[in-house]
């Protein structure tokens, strides 16, 4: 019988990793503090969490991307990451970082509901394509914008240009079974629900699945099995980056010239196509 709580206990595997939140922190915090115009606390809702960051690119904007954190939906916040918002942005891109309510207070339908709200408030605020990228259970809310359900208006659909999901959930059964789930409450019906790999993608949506090497099994399985599931509906790419871990995939969104920027942004050789 598989051990569902060592399936998911990435930071178990990497070496240093309880030094890793403190690093998160204080490398977003010097971020802000670099000099980059950003709008902090932006509200998209009425809940304490239903805020977000604008980070706006030097010149005028090619764009939106919106990037959706991870921790399973039970922790870290969207002021972690401000700096990985520094490779879409030295592009161009205005970047929105929302984050949300989080489990036990709310279910994960409901976080896919306050995702939605956001992306479609980033969108009031920003002209021209959207592109989504998440990371953990931030893939799975980005990819859940793009379901067959898609909770999002046509007009705001019709602009997603890409949808990246890094080190992403997908599959969300095998979560009941692992203690997590007392805090998670998912039920059997919610889990398949809230399932991107037990629905059909927007037809011809461009998708990216993207992971380090060195990652726990049960997400390399969920990607290969999103990249298989999907391919023959959406425009689907994947990639496994190696040598890297759940954590340090994410560098690659810090660097404007980085493949992983390159795939967001579609870009060849730092030409947009």
């Not at 916040?77 to 401000?82: G, I, K």
């Not at 998708?207 to 997400?219: A, H, L, Q, Y």
């Not at 871990?245 to 560098?251: A, E, K």
């Amino acid at each position: 019988m598989r051990d569902w709580d060592d399936e998911f206990a990435v930071s178990a595997y990497i070496p240093g990793s309880e030094v890793l939140p403190a690093e998160w922190t204080r490398r977003a915090a010097a971020y802000r503090a670099s000099g980059v115009r950003i709008d902090a606390d932006v509200p998209y809702g009425t809940g304490a969490r239903e805020r977000m960051e604008v980070i706006h690119p030097d010149g005028p904007s090619r764009g939106l991307v919106v990037l959706v954190h991870g921790g399973f939906w039970m922790r870290t916040d969207r002021t972690d990451w401000t700096d990985l918002a520094e490779g879409a942005r030295a592009n161009g891109w205005t970047v929105v970082m929302p984050g949300y309510t989080q489990a036990p207070e709310a279910r994960i339908s409901q976080i896919t509901a306050q995702i939605a709200q956001a992306v479609t408030r980033a969108a009031e605020r920003v002209p021209g394509p959207i592109r989504l990228v998440g990371h953990s259970a931030g893939g799975h809310l980005a990819l859940r914008m793009i379901c067959d359900d898609s909770p999002l208006a046509p007009e705001v659909l019709g602009r997603i240009r890409r949808t990246v999901s890094i080190g992403g959930l997908h599959d969300l059964r095998p979560l009941r079974l692992a203690r997590m789930n007392a805090t998670l409450r998912l039920t059997g019906e919610e889990a398949a629900a809230e399932s991107p790999a037990l629905h059909l993608p927007q037809p011809g949506a461009p998708v990216t699945f993207w992971t380090g090497g060195d990652e726990r099994p049960e997400f390399l399985r969920q990607t290969r099995l999103m990249a298989e599931i999907w391919a023959g509906e959406a425009q689907v790419d994947m990639v496994i980056e190696p040598g890297l871990h759940h954590f340090s995939v994410l560098d690659g969104l810090k660097d404007p010239n980085s493949a992983l920027v390159r795939a967001l942004l579609d870009q060849k050789g730092g030409v947009e196509i």
